[in-house]
């Protein structure tokens, strides 16, 4: 079963520092030793090519670094 905070979180808007769509939060990745959050998987946006940004793809996903959020609201901000 998933959690409060997991259902208010997933499918969360994207966005980049301009406030440009970049895709959907799909899930997280969990470092099992501290607990801590250290990537968000994004499922990119349509016309956006997953090759062209800093950051890895997993099993289609964008594995963003958590130090590149910015802010977490209505939208998940990333700092550039």
Do not use: C, Y
């Not at 959050?37 to 099993?59: H, M, R, S, Y």
């Amino acid at each position: 079963m998933k959690t409060t905070f997991t259902q208010e979180i997933l499918t969360r808007r994207v966005v980049d520092a301009a406030g440009d769509l970049l895709g959907h939060l799909a899930d997280f990745t969990v470092d099992i030793e501290t607990g801590n959050i250290v990537a968000i998987l994004v499922v990119a946006e349509q016309g956006i090519d997953p090759n062209e940004l800093p950051w890895p793809t997993t099993d289609g996903l964008l594995a963003v670094p958590v130090e590149e959020v910015a802010n977490v609201g209505t939208d998940v901000e990333l700092s550039r």
